[in-house]
Protein backbone atom coordinates (compact mmCIF):
# COMPACT_ATOMS: atom_id res chain seq x y z
CA UNK A 1 0.00 0.00 0.00
CA UNK A 2 2.54 2.43 0.82
CA UNK A 3 4.47 2.05 -2.39
CA UNK A 4 1.35 2.40 -4.28
CA UNK A 5 0.67 6.13 -2.60
CA UNK A 6 4.59 6.54 -3.07
CA UNK A 7 3.98 6.04 -6.12
CA UNK A 8 0.82 8.09 -6.98
CA UNK A 9 2.27 10.87 -5.19
CA UNK A 10 5.57 11.04 -7.64
CA UNK A 11 2.84 10.46 -10.46
CA UNK A 12 1.01 13.84 -8.97
CA UNK A 13 3.95 15.91 -8.84
CA UNK A 14 5.25 14.94 -12.71
CA UNK A 15 1.62 15.57 -13.51
CA UNK A 16 1.70 18.85 -11.90
CA UNK A 17 4.89 19.74 -12.55
CA UNK A 18 3.84 19.16 -16.53
CA UNK A 19 0.62 20.80 -16.11
CA UNK A 20 2.46 24.51 -14.42
CA UNK A 21 5.49 23.83 -17.40
CA UNK A 22 3.20 23.35 -20.20
CA UNK A 23 1.03 26.89 -19.22
CA UNK A 24 4.10 28.96 -19.37
CA UNK A 25 4.02 30.98 -22.81
CA UNK A 26 5.65 29.34 -25.36
CA UNK A 27 9.47 28.61 -25.43
CA UNK A 28 10.36 31.38 -28.05
CA UNK A 29 8.50 33.76 -25.35
CA UNK A 30 10.26 32.15 -22.11
CA UNK A 31 13.97 31.84 -23.98
CA UNK A 32 12.79 36.09 -24.93
CA UNK A 33 12.34 36.71 -21.29
CA UNK A 34 15.30 35.13 -19.63
CA UNK A 35 16.98 37.42 -22.54
CA UNK A 36 16.08 40.28 -20.73
CA UNK A 37 16.67 38.85 -17.80
CA UNK A 38 20.52 38.39 -18.62
CA UNK A 39 20.53 41.86 -19.84
CA UNK A 40 19.11 43.43 -16.87
CA UNK A 41 21.51 41.15 -14.28
CA UNK A 42 24.69 41.75 -16.14
CA UNK A 43 24.66 45.39 -16.14
CA UNK A 44 23.69 45.35 -12.29
CA UNK A 45 26.59 43.03 -11.50
CA UNK A 46 28.43 45.18 -14.09
CA UNK A 47 27.79 48.53 -11.93
CA UNK A 48 28.55 46.64 -8.73
CA UNK A 49 31.90 45.42 -9.61
CA UNK A 50 31.25 41.94 -9.52
CA UNK A 51 34.45 40.02 -10.46
CA UNK A 52 35.68 36.57 -9.50
CA UNK A 53 39.39 35.19 -9.71
CA UNK A 54 40.24 31.31 -10.01
CA UNK A 55 43.08 29.00 -11.58
CA UNK A 56 41.95 28.04 -15.04
CA UNK A 57 42.97 26.45 -17.77
CA UNK A 58 43.18 28.19 -20.80
CA UNK A 59 40.94 26.12 -23.52
CA UNK A 60 43.89 26.91 -26.89
CA UNK A 61 46.60 26.32 -24.88
CA UNK A 62 45.43 24.24 -22.52
CA UNK A 63 47.87 25.89 -20.03
CA UNK A 64 46.98 26.73 -16.71
CA UNK A 65 46.73 30.44 -15.50
CA UNK A 66 45.37 32.55 -12.60
CA UNK A 67 42.41 34.38 -14.72
CA UNK A 68 40.30 37.70 -13.47
CA UNK A 69 36.65 37.79 -14.92
CA UNK A 70 34.60 40.23 -14.57
CA UNK A 71 30.72 40.44 -15.28
CA UNK A 72 30.40 41.98 -18.40
CA UNK A 73 27.54 44.54 -19.23
CA UNK A 74 25.25 44.40 -22.42
CA UNK A 75 24.15 47.33 -21.36
CA UNK A 76 27.56 49.32 -22.06
CA UNK A 77 28.45 50.66 -26.00
CA UNK A 78 30.19 47.29 -26.22
CA UNK A 79 27.59 45.02 -25.44
CA UNK A 80 24.79 46.81 -27.31
CA UNK A 81 26.98 46.25 -30.24
CA UNK A 82 27.68 42.41 -29.44
CA UNK A 83 24.02 42.23 -29.31
CA UNK A 84 23.01 43.66 -32.81
CA UNK A 85 26.18 43.09 -34.88
CA UNK A 86 26.05 39.12 -33.88
CA UNK A 87 22.58 38.33 -33.77
CA UNK A 88 23.15 36.13 -37.17
CA UNK A 89 26.44 34.31 -35.79
CA UNK A 90 24.82 33.31 -32.64
CA UNK A 91 21.99 31.51 -34.79
CA UNK A 92 24.09 29.88 -37.37
CA UNK A 93 26.80 28.75 -35.43
CA UNK A 94 24.87 27.38 -32.89
CA UNK A 95 25.53 23.66 -32.08
CA UNK A 96 22.53 22.10 -32.36
CA UNK A 97 21.56 24.04 -35.97
CA UNK A 98 23.48 22.16 -38.47
CA UNK A 99 23.58 18.82 -36.99
CA UNK A 100 19.64 18.58 -37.47
CA UNK A 101 19.84 19.79 -40.52
CA UNK A 102 22.26 17.81 -42.66
CA UNK A 103 21.08 14.59 -40.43
CA UNK A 104 17.17 15.03 -41.38
CA UNK A 105 18.29 15.29 -45.40
CA UNK A 106 18.89 11.68 -45.27
CA UNK A 107 16.42 10.66 -42.28
CA UNK A 108 14.00 12.67 -44.01
CA UNK A 109 14.04 10.82 -47.06
CA UNK A 110 14.09 7.39 -45.27
CA UNK A 111 10.97 8.22 -43.59
CA UNK A 112 8.81 9.33 -46.69
CA UNK A 113 10.14 6.91 -48.74
CA UNK A 114 8.17 4.35 -46.15
CA UNK A 115 12.11 2.58 -45.51
CA UNK A 116 11.94 2.80 -41.23
CA UNK A 117 8.11 2.55 -40.95
CA UNK A 118 9.11 -0.68 -42.88
CA UNK A 119 12.55 -1.71 -41.40
CA UNK A 120 10.38 -1.32 -37.76
CA UNK A 121 7.13 -3.14 -38.88
CA UNK A 122 9.54 -5.98 -39.99
CA UNK A 123 11.16 -5.99 -36.61
CA UNK A 124 7.91 -5.92 -34.82
CA UNK A 125 6.91 -8.99 -36.17
CA UNK A 126 10.10 -10.90 -35.05
CA UNK A 127 11.87 -8.94 -31.93
CA UNK A 128 10.87 -10.07 -28.62
CA UNK A 129 9.14 -6.68 -26.75
CA UNK A 130 10.80 -6.93 -23.48
CA UNK A 131 14.10 -6.17 -25.36
CA UNK A 132 12.80 -3.25 -26.51
CA UNK A 133 13.56 -0.43 -23.82
CA UNK A 134 17.11 -1.93 -23.18
CA UNK A 135 18.47 -1.74 -26.22
CA UNK A 136 16.81 1.97 -27.27
CA UNK A 137 18.76 3.02 -24.16
CA UNK A 138 21.66 1.31 -24.65
CA UNK A 139 21.75 2.95 -28.50
CA UNK A 140 21.85 5.74 -26.53
CA UNK A 141 24.82 5.67 -24.26
CA UNK A 142 26.67 4.22 -26.91
CA UNK A 143 25.98 6.93 -29.37
CA UNK A 144 27.94 9.87 -27.43
CA UNK A 145 31.01 7.87 -29.20
CA UNK A 146 29.76 9.93 -32.13
CA UNK A 147 28.78 12.99 -30.32
CA UNK A 148 25.90 14.93 -30.91
CA UNK A 149 24.57 12.13 -33.67
CA UNK A 150 22.39 10.75 -30.64
CA UNK A 151 20.30 13.53 -29.85
CA UNK A 152 19.71 14.05 -33.90
CA UNK A 153 19.14 10.63 -34.90
CA UNK A 154 18.61 8.38 -32.25
CA UNK A 155 15.98 10.30 -30.14
CA UNK A 156 13.39 10.78 -32.65
CA UNK A 157 14.25 7.14 -33.64
CA UNK A 158 13.35 5.92 -29.96
CA UNK A 159 9.81 7.50 -30.12
CA UNK A 160 9.40 5.59 -33.60
CA UNK A 161 10.48 2.23 -32.46
CA UNK A 162 8.10 2.33 -29.40
CA UNK A 163 5.09 3.64 -31.94
CA UNK A 164 6.11 0.39 -34.01
CA UNK A 165 5.46 -1.56 -31.28
CA UNK A 166 2.44 0.12 -30.13
CA UNK A 167 3.67 1.97 -27.12
CA UNK A 168 3.94 5.51 -26.44
CA UNK A 169 6.06 7.60 -28.71
CA UNK A 170 7.51 9.80 -25.64
CA UNK A 171 8.08 6.36 -23.99
CA UNK A 172 10.62 5.92 -26.64
CA UNK A 173 12.02 9.64 -26.65
CA UNK A 174 12.51 9.58 -23.35
CA UNK A 175 13.86 6.53 -23.11
CA UNK A 176 16.69 7.59 -25.84
CA UNK A 177 17.11 10.77 -24.49
CA UNK A 178 18.07 9.31 -21.13
CA UNK A 179 20.38 7.25 -22.84
CA UNK A 180 22.28 9.60 -24.93
CA UNK A 181 22.38 13.11 -22.22
CA UNK A 182 21.69 11.41 -18.96
CA UNK A 183 24.05 8.53 -19.69
CA UNK A 184 26.32 10.85 -21.67
CA UNK A 185 30.05 9.95 -20.28
CA UNK A 186 29.23 6.25 -19.57
CA UNK A 187 30.10 3.91 -22.68
CA UNK A 188 31.67 0.90 -23.92
CA UNK A 189 34.47 2.52 -25.68
CA UNK A 190 36.64 6.06 -25.32
CA UNK A 191 34.38 8.68 -27.19
CA UNK A 192 35.60 12.48 -28.14
CA UNK A 193 35.36 13.69 -24.76
CA UNK A 194 37.53 11.68 -22.95
CA UNK A 195 40.77 13.28 -24.75
CA UNK A 196 39.27 16.78 -23.78
CA UNK A 197 38.51 16.74 -20.05
CA UNK A 198 42.12 14.21 -19.62
CA UNK A 199 43.75 17.10 -21.32
CA UNK A 200 42.33 19.77 -18.66
CA UNK A 201 42.47 17.41 -15.65
CA UNK A 202 46.37 17.17 -16.49
CA UNK A 203 47.16 20.50 -16.36
CA UNK A 204 45.12 21.24 -13.63
CA UNK A 205 46.88 18.56 -11.62
CA UNK A 206 50.12 19.84 -12.88
CA UNK A 207 49.40 22.80 -10.48
CA UNK A 208 50.55 20.85 -7.96
CA UNK A 209 52.38 17.78 -9.81
CA UNK A 210 54.67 19.04 -12.87
CA UNK A 211 55.15 15.56 -14.24
CA UNK A 212 51.29 13.78 -13.79
CA UNK A 213 49.61 12.78 -16.88
CA UNK A 214 46.17 12.05 -17.03
CA UNK A 215 45.65 9.51 -19.90
CA UNK A 216 42.22 8.95 -21.84
CA UNK A 217 41.86 5.80 -21.12
CA UNK A 218 41.89 6.87 -17.05
CA UNK A 219 37.98 6.32 -16.52
CA UNK A 220 37.57 3.54 -19.17
CA UNK A 221 37.19 0.56 -16.05
CA UNK A 222 34.12 2.89 -14.49
CA UNK A 223 32.46 4.23 -17.40
CA UNK A 224 32.16 0.97 -19.32
CA UNK A 225 30.36 -0.72 -16.06
CA UNK A 226 28.16 2.99 -16.06
CA UNK A 227 27.21 1.39 -19.26
CA UNK A 228 25.26 -1.28 -17.53
CA UNK A 229 23.56 0.87 -14.67
CA UNK A 230 22.06 3.28 -16.97
CA UNK A 231 20.94 0.91 -19.33
CA UNK A 232 19.15 -0.44 -16.19
CA UNK A 233 17.92 2.87 -14.78
CA UNK A 234 17.13 3.83 -17.84
CA UNK A 235 14.57 0.21 -18.89
CA UNK A 236 13.21 0.48 -15.20
CA UNK A 237 11.88 4.48 -15.08
CA UNK A 238 10.72 3.86 -19.05
CA UNK A 239 8.69 0.79 -18.20
CA UNK A 240 7.34 1.31 -14.89
CA UNK A 241 6.99 4.92 -14.45
CA UNK A 242 6.78 7.14 -17.58
CA UNK A 243 4.80 4.83 -19.80
CA UNK A 244 2.39 3.72 -17.22
CA UNK A 245 2.13 7.34 -16.37
CA UNK A 246 1.60 8.31 -20.29
CA UNK A 247 -1.29 6.03 -21.06
CA UNK A 248 -2.39 4.95 -24.40
CA UNK A 249 -1.04 6.94 -27.01
CA UNK A 250 -4.33 8.76 -28.87
CA UNK A 251 -2.58 10.48 -32.18
CA UNK A 252 -3.91 13.79 -33.32
CA UNK A 253 -4.72 11.96 -36.30
CA UNK A 254 -5.22 8.79 -37.51
CA UNK A 255 -2.51 6.58 -38.35
CA UNK A 256 -1.97 4.33 -40.83
CA UNK A 257 -2.97 0.99 -38.81
CA UNK A 258 -1.44 -1.52 -41.91
CA UNK A 259 1.51 -3.44 -40.13
CA UNK A 260 1.68 -5.40 -43.02
CA UNK A 261 4.76 -5.64 -45.21
CA UNK A 262 3.90 -6.17 -49.16
CA UNK A 263 6.09 -8.54 -51.63
CA UNK A 264 7.10 -5.20 -52.81
CA UNK A 265 8.07 -3.97 -49.52
CA UNK A 266 9.79 -7.11 -48.60
CA UNK A 267 11.93 -6.64 -52.29
CA UNK A 268 12.41 -2.92 -51.38
CA UNK A 269 13.82 -3.89 -47.33
CA UNK A 270 16.55 -6.56 -49.49
CA UNK A 271 18.21 -3.66 -51.96
CA UNK A 272 17.81 -1.54 -49.66
CA UNK A 273 19.99 -3.03 -46.72
CA UNK A 274 22.18 -4.59 -49.58
CA UNK A 275 22.99 -0.77 -50.20
CA UNK A 276 23.26 -0.01 -46.78
CA UNK A 277 26.01 -2.86 -46.41
CA UNK A 278 27.47 -1.61 -49.49
CA UNK A 279 28.06 1.98 -48.00
CA UNK A 280 28.88 0.79 -44.64
CA UNK A 281 31.44 -1.05 -46.29
CA UNK A 282 33.07 1.92 -48.40
CA UNK A 283 32.98 4.22 -45.00
CA UNK A 284 34.59 1.57 -43.37
CA UNK A 285 37.09 1.37 -46.00
CA UNK A 286 38.04 4.74 -45.56
CA UNK A 287 38.54 4.90 -41.57
CA UNK A 288 39.95 1.35 -40.90
CA UNK A 289 43.06 0.63 -42.96
CA UNK A 290 46.00 1.48 -41.37
CA UNK A 291 46.90 5.41 -43.01
CA UNK A 292 42.87 5.69 -44.05
CA UNK A 293 42.25 8.85 -45.14
CA UNK A 294 39.25 9.38 -41.95
CA UNK A 295 41.71 9.03 -39.53
CA UNK A 296 43.71 11.47 -37.34
CA UNK A 297 47.13 11.95 -36.92
CA UNK A 298 49.01 9.54 -35.55
CA UNK A 299 46.59 6.94 -37.15
CA UNK A 300 43.94 7.75 -34.73
CA UNK A 301 40.29 7.45 -34.11
CA UNK A 302 38.87 10.17 -31.19
CA UNK A 303 40.70 13.29 -33.14
CA UNK A 304 40.09 12.51 -36.72
CA UNK A 305 37.94 13.54 -39.64
CA UNK A 306 36.15 10.34 -39.41
CA UNK A 307 34.58 11.95 -36.16
CA UNK A 308 34.21 15.21 -37.19
CA UNK A 309 31.84 13.48 -39.98
CA UNK A 310 30.31 11.34 -38.23
CA UNK A 311 26.52 13.59 -38.92
CA UNK A 312 27.47 13.41 -43.02
CA UNK A 313 28.25 9.62 -42.85
CA UNK A 314 24.62 9.55 -40.61
CA UNK A 315 23.33 11.08 -43.44
CA UNK A 316 24.32 9.06 -46.29
CA UNK A 317 23.65 5.51 -44.30
CA UNK A 318 19.52 6.77 -43.98
CA UNK A 319 19.91 8.50 -47.42
CA UNK A 320 21.36 5.61 -49.97
CA UNK A 321 18.78 2.75 -48.83
CA UNK A 322 16.43 5.18 -47.87
CA UNK A 323 16.43 6.12 -51.88
CA UNK A 324 17.10 2.87 -53.07
CA UNK A 325 13.59 1.35 -51.20
CA UNK A 326 11.84 4.25 -52.55
CA UNK A 327 13.32 3.11 -56.28
CA UNK A 328 12.16 -0.39 -55.76
CA UNK A 329 8.88 0.38 -54.26
CA UNK A 330 8.26 2.95 -56.78
CA UNK A 331 7.41 5.65 -54.01
CA UNK A 332 10.26 7.49 -55.60
CA UNK A 333 9.95 7.94 -59.30
CA UNK A 334 12.79 10.34 -60.22
CA UNK A 335 15.29 13.22 -58.76
CA UNK A 336 12.36 15.46 -58.10
CA UNK A 337 10.78 13.33 -55.57
CA UNK A 338 14.05 13.43 -53.79
CA UNK A 339 14.50 16.71 -53.37
CA UNK A 340 10.96 17.00 -52.13
CA UNK A 341 11.36 14.16 -49.42
CA UNK A 342 14.02 16.55 -48.32
CA UNK A 343 12.34 19.78 -48.52
CA UNK A 344 9.32 17.82 -46.41
CA UNK A 345 11.73 16.49 -43.62
CA UNK A 346 13.20 20.47 -43.36
CA UNK A 347 9.75 21.40 -43.12
CA UNK A 348 8.84 19.59 -40.55
CA UNK A 349 11.80 21.53 -38.49
CA UNK A 350 10.24 25.10 -39.09
CA UNK A 351 9.39 25.31 -36.08
CA UNK A 352 12.63 24.16 -34.28
CA UNK A 353 14.30 26.54 -36.49
CA UNK A 354 12.55 29.35 -35.18
CA UNK A 355 12.68 28.29 -31.77
CA UNK A 356 16.63 27.66 -32.17
CA UNK A 357 17.03 31.64 -33.22
CA UNK A 358 15.78 32.63 -29.56
CA UNK A 359 17.77 29.97 -27.64
CA UNK A 360 20.47 30.54 -29.59
CA UNK A 361 20.75 34.36 -28.65
CA UNK A 362 19.75 33.89 -24.53
CA UNK A 363 22.97 31.26 -24.77
CA UNK A 364 25.19 33.16 -26.51
CA UNK A 365 24.43 36.68 -24.65
CA UNK A 366 24.59 34.40 -20.79
CA UNK A 367 28.23 32.91 -22.34
CA UNK A 368 29.47 36.54 -23.09
CA UNK A 369 28.44 37.91 -19.52
CA UNK A 370 30.54 35.92 -17.43
CA UNK A 371 27.63 34.87 -15.48
CA UNK A 372 27.93 31.05 -16.13
CA UNK A 373 31.94 31.34 -14.51
CA UNK A 374 30.45 33.48 -11.67
CA UNK A 375 28.30 30.73 -10.08
CA UNK A 376 30.54 28.11 -11.43
CA UNK A 377 33.34 29.66 -8.92
CA UNK A 378 31.39 30.91 -6.30
CA UNK A 379 29.91 27.01 -5.99
CA UNK A 380 33.76 25.96 -5.65
CA UNK A 381 33.99 28.51 -2.87
CA UNK A 382 31.35 27.21 -1.05
CA UNK A 383 32.47 23.31 -1.29
CA UNK A 384 35.60 24.45 -0.33
CA UNK A 385 34.19 26.21 2.95
CA UNK A 386 32.22 23.01 4.17
CA UNK A 387 35.57 20.96 5.16
CA UNK A 388 34.19 17.63 4.00
CA UNK A 389 36.78 14.75 3.06
CA UNK A 390 36.46 11.29 1.38
CA UNK A 391 33.34 10.10 -0.15
CA UNK A 392 31.27 13.14 1.73
CA UNK A 393 33.03 15.45 -0.21
CA UNK A 394 33.21 13.79 -3.36
CA UNK A 395 29.31 12.82 -3.31
CA UNK A 396 28.62 16.97 -2.55
CA UNK A 397 31.15 18.00 -5.28
CA UNK A 398 28.90 15.81 -7.81
CA UNK A 399 25.84 17.51 -6.64
CA UNK A 400 27.43 21.11 -7.08
CA UNK A 401 28.53 19.79 -10.73
CA UNK A 402 24.53 18.51 -11.39
CA UNK A 403 23.33 21.95 -9.94
CA UNK A 404 25.93 24.05 -11.96
CA UNK A 405 25.34 22.10 -15.29
CA UNK A 406 21.69 23.99 -15.31
CA UNK A 407 23.23 26.69 -15.91
CA UNK A 408 26.75 25.43 -18.03
CA UNK A 409 25.89 22.75 -20.24
CA UNK A 410 29.12 22.38 -22.18
CA UNK A 411 31.13 19.87 -20.31
CA UNK A 412 34.27 21.40 -21.65
CA UNK A 413 34.15 24.83 -20.47
CA UNK A 414 32.46 23.75 -16.67
CA UNK A 415 35.76 21.38 -16.88
CA UNK A 416 38.18 23.83 -17.81
CA UNK A 417 37.00 26.80 -14.95
CA UNK A 418 36.20 24.08 -12.50
CA UNK A 419 39.43 21.63 -12.59
CA UNK A 420 42.25 23.79 -11.86
CA UNK A 421 40.06 24.92 -8.71
CA UNK A 422 38.97 21.12 -7.50
CA UNK A 423 41.68 19.15 -8.85
CA UNK A 424 44.46 20.48 -7.01
CA UNK A 425 42.33 20.83 -3.89
CA UNK A 426 41.42 17.36 -3.71
CA UNK A 427 45.00 16.03 -4.91
CA UNK A 428 45.85 18.30 -1.10
CA UNK A 429 43.28 15.70 0.13
CA UNK A 430 44.95 12.47 -1.00
CA UNK A 431 42.19 12.14 -3.82
CA UNK A 432 43.66 11.36 -7.00
CA UNK A 433 42.92 13.82 -10.33
CA UNK A 434 41.23 10.68 -12.22
CA UNK A 435 38.85 10.26 -9.46
CA UNK A 436 37.94 13.87 -9.27
CA UNK A 437 37.24 13.71 -12.85
CA UNK A 438 35.39 10.50 -12.58
CA UNK A 439 32.69 12.70 -9.72
CA UNK A 440 32.75 15.65 -12.28
CA UNK A 441 31.26 13.15 -15.54
CA UNK A 442 28.82 11.93 -13.31
CA UNK A 443 27.36 15.41 -12.09
CA UNK A 444 27.84 16.86 -15.66
CA UNK A 445 25.72 14.02 -16.95
CA UNK A 446 22.80 13.65 -14.35
CA UNK A 447 21.24 16.91 -15.47
CA UNK A 448 21.63 17.15 -18.97
CA UNK A 449 17.87 15.63 -19.76
CA UNK A 450 16.53 18.79 -17.31
CA UNK A 451 18.58 21.20 -18.47
CA UNK A 452 16.74 24.36 -21.20
CA UNK A 453 20.39 25.67 -21.47
CA UNK A 454 21.33 22.52 -22.99
CA UNK A 455 21.70 22.77 -26.62
CA UNK A 456 19.87 19.93 -27.85
CA UNK A 457 16.98 20.58 -25.59
CA UNK A 458 14.47 22.77 -27.54
CA UNK A 459 15.30 19.78 -29.86
CA UNK A 460 13.69 17.71 -27.92
CA UNK A 461 10.85 19.67 -27.23
CA UNK A 462 9.94 19.95 -30.93
CA UNK A 463 10.68 15.79 -31.57
CA UNK A 464 7.66 15.75 -29.01
CA UNK A 465 5.53 18.07 -29.98
CA UNK A 466 5.21 15.43 -33.18
CA UNK A 467 3.22 13.71 -31.06
CA UNK A 468 1.09 16.70 -29.49
CA UNK A 469 0.81 19.99 -30.12
CA UNK A 470 0.23 20.97 -26.17
CA UNK A 471 3.45 19.08 -25.61
CA UNK A 472 6.36 21.47 -24.38
CA UNK A 473 8.99 22.46 -22.25
CA UNK A 474 6.64 21.14 -19.07
CA UNK A 475 5.97 18.05 -20.61
CA UNK A 476 9.57 17.00 -21.41
CA UNK A 477 11.12 17.95 -18.21
CA UNK A 478 8.46 15.87 -16.07
CA UNK A 479 9.50 12.92 -18.50
CA UNK A 480 13.04 13.36 -17.58
CA UNK A 481 13.28 14.67 -13.92
CA UNK A 482 12.78 10.78 -13.30
CA UNK A 483 15.57 10.02 -15.04
CA UNK A 484 17.62 12.97 -13.87
CA UNK A 485 17.26 12.04 -10.31
CA UNK A 486 17.25 8.41 -10.04
CA UNK A 487 21.15 8.68 -12.89
CA UNK A 488 21.85 10.89 -10.48
CA UNK A 489 21.38 8.82 -6.90
CA UNK A 490 22.53 5.50 -8.49
CA UNK A 491 24.69 6.34 -10.36
CA UNK A 492 26.38 8.22 -7.27
CA UNK A 493 25.77 4.95 -4.68
CA UNK A 494 27.35 3.29 -7.87
CA UNK A 495 30.55 5.51 -7.44
CA UNK A 496 30.26 5.41 -3.59
CA UNK A 497 30.78 1.38 -3.77
CA UNK A 498 33.07 1.43 -6.51
CA UNK A 499 35.48 4.31 -4.24
CA UNK A 500 34.82 2.38 -0.96
CA UNK A 501 35.85 -1.14 -2.41
CA UNK A 502 39.08 0.30 -4.21
CA UNK A 503 38.25 -1.07 -8.16
CA UNK A 504 41.04 1.45 -9.94
CA UNK A 505 38.82 3.35 -12.51
CA UNK A 506 40.78 3.59 -15.09
CA UNK A 507 44.15 1.08 -16.14
CA UNK A 508 47.10 2.16 -13.94
CA UNK A 509 44.78 4.28 -11.81
CA UNK A 510 45.12 4.89 -8.30
CA UNK A 511 42.48 5.78 -6.37
CA UNK A 512 44.45 7.83 -4.07
CA UNK A 513 47.56 10.79 -5.00
Not at 217 to 234: E, K, R
Not at 461 to 490: H, W
Request: hydrophobic share 55%.
Amino acid sequence: MVSQKNKAKSLGILNFIEEKGNRLPHPITIFSIFTLAVIVLSHVFYVMGTSVTYEGVNRETMATETLTVKIVSLLVPEGIAFMFSNVVANFTSFVALGPVLVAMLGVGVAEKTGYIRAVMTHTVTKAPKRFVTPIVVLMGVLSNVAASVGYVVLVPLGAIIFLGFKRHPLAGLSAAFAGVAGGYSANLFLGTNDPILSGMTTEAARILDAGYIVNPTDNWFFMFASTFLIVLIGTIVTDKLIEPRLGKYVPSEPLDQNHTITGLEKKGILWANLSLLVTVIGIALLVLPENAVLRGEGGGLIQSPFMSSIIFIMMVIFLVPGVVFGIVTKTLKNDKDIAESMTASIETMAGFIVLIFFAAQFIALFNYTNLGTLIAVKGAGFLQMIHLDGIPLLVVFIFITATINLFIAADSAKWAIMAPVFVPMFMQMGIAPEITQVAYRIGDSSTNIISPLMPFFPLVVAFAQRYGKQNGIGTVISLMLPYSIAILICWTLFFAIWYFIGIPVGPGTSLTY
